[in-house]
């Protein structure tokens, strides 16, 4: 009762995100009572919510057929109804099928399984190319086909923020790219093993010391979309979140001419001393950050 209480209480929100779809993407994270993936926004989620959705009837009705087995068989040979337990230890047909079926069902699976793999795994004539550096713990921009424009991107610490933006999730220098275009994506790591990862973009590649990894998307129109780094590693895992920020070409052409001048005359960035980390209760206390 108290869950249908909270489901309906969910939907005016939904009926405003419905209305709301057809315009610029809206902030793409985690909802209060999301029962699904959040909505695909690049070639590479939509064909991951396909795959998610075919492998969810599948094991579904699997699910329901041998649970129906299994009551029927209680009911079958219940003791009263079977009272001299059948001898069979051996029955060709069954064992074949048993064998044949689940071999046919994981080719099912497999085979766009590993056509997804492939599909992210290499961006087809790419538009840009973006470099991606993890470190403990910020993330680290550059733009090799914009004159190697580079700039480091922190989480806004909660005490910090302003109306509107989101606590453990807004940065002070989001990544910015065009809406509409193929983006390669390198990423790599400056010191422990990270992970770039956008839900709703479907990209999730590790950045892993001494290797550069490649990956792409192409979001399908502007808007924020938000992530996080997915492998721990270290004190401050928490505390590094991915804004991107998607704007259309002629925006993007602007945004490139200024970062141009703004990083390349800014100093070097240095990690702050001190970040607020969230406790489960609320509060937040200040860890050092390793230098």
């Not at 990209?203 to 997915?230: F, H, L, M, S």
Request: a neutral charge; glycine letters at 4%.
């Amino acid at each position: 009762m108290q869950y249908l209480r909270r489901l309906l209480a969910a939907l005016p929100s939904a009926t405003v995100g419905l209305a709301l779809s057809g315009s610029a993407a809206l902030a793409q994270v985690p909802r209060n009572w999301e029962m699904g993936m959040q909505a695909a926004h690049s070639p590479v989620k939509e064909q991951i919510a396909s795959l998610h959705d075919m492998v969810l009837v599948i094991i579904t009705v699997i699910t329901i057929f041998v649970a129906g087995l299994l009551l029927y068989a209680v009911w079958r040979f219940d003791k009263k109804r079977n009272p001299v337990p059948s001898r069979t230890s051996h029955n060709t047909l069954i064992e074949i099928a048993w064998t044949v079926i689940p071999v046919l069902i994981l080719v099912v699976i497999a085979i766009p399984s590993f056509r997804l793999v492939y599909f992210e795994d290499r961006a087809r004539d790419a538009d840009m190319t973006i470099k991606v550096t993890g470190h403990q713990w910020y993330w680290e921009y550059t733009y090799p086909d914009g004159n190697n424009v580079d700039f480091s991107s922190y989480m806004i610490p909660s005490d910090s923020l302003k109306p509107g933006q989101l606590r453990l999730l807004d940065v002070d220098n989001p990544l910015v790219l065009p809406a509409g275009k193929t983006i390669r994506i390198l990423t790599t790591s400056a010191d422990v093993i990270h992970s770039f990862f956008i839900p709703s973009l479907g990209v999730q590649r590790y950045a892993i010391p001494g290797r550069t990894i490649e990956t792409w998307v192409k979001i399908d129109k502007p808007g924020d979309y938000y992530g996080e780094c997915n492998q721990i590693c270290g004190t401050n895992h928490s505390q590094m979140p991915i804004s991107i920020h998607a704007v259309t070409d002629t925006e993007f052409t602007a945004w490139l001419a200024t970062a141009k001048t703004k990083f390349s005359d800014a100093a070097p960035v240095s990690p702050p001393a001190t970040l607020a980390v969230a406790k489960d209760d609320g509060r937040t206390d200040v860890a050092q950050i390793q230098q």
